[in-house]
């Protein structure tokens, strides 16, 4: 199933399929994004190296192979997204047979945004970063980092760190 998502980009599966393979894609895109030798042969090894065929005029023609595919597209394709390469999206289906509830698991394009950061994760950061540098959250954010002014010539050091 990776092979297909990977080559297809696209696939219908079941939501517990999906579930699974999800993680497994994830971690081959990640190895995909460091892109060194040994990353290649480490995929090769958990997918294998399917070819990819396309048929055109009814003639089978080779496009190229599935870790290929991942190291010289997804990868590239996700150097800035840090994870959540995959989406799945519930479809109103169900498979004949079992009545499976039916879903597409895609990856995700590169014009669609990374999700934005909670508003009180942001808060917390800066009072965190305005406790380290010691000011009040509120001064940390109005106010612009200031360069320090050289001590004049005979004046004694303000701080400790300014003796060293």
């Known amino acids: 199933m990776a092979q297909s998502l990977i080559e297809h980009e696209t696939i219908s599966t079941t939501i517990q399929k999906a579930k699974e393979v999800k993680p497994f894609v994830e971690k081959l895109i990640t190895l995909a994004k460091k892109g060194k030798l040994q990353h290649r042969r480490h995929a090769i090894s ?22 290929g595919k991942l190291f010289s597209e997804l990868g590239p394709r996700y150097l800035d997204r840090a994870g959540g390469y995959t989406r799945i999206i519930r479809l109103a289906q169900r498979r004949l047979g079992d009545n499976g ?64």
Do not use: C, H, W
Request: hydrophobic share 40%.
């Open 46 to 67: 958990l997918l294998g190296n399917r070819s990819i065929v396309a048929f055109e005029e009814g003639e089978p023609v080779k496009k190229g192979t599935v870790v």
């Open 101 to 164: 509830e039916l879903v597409l698991l895609k990856l995700l394009g590169a014009d669609e945004p990374v999700k934005r950061e909670r508003r009180g994760a942001s808060k917390k950061r800066a009072r965190k970063k305005a406790k380290a540098t010691g000011q009040a959250p509120a001064a940390a954010e109005a106010l612009p980092a200031e360069a320090p002014a050289a001590p004049e010539a005979g004046a004694e050091p303000a701080t400790p760190q300014d003796k060293q």
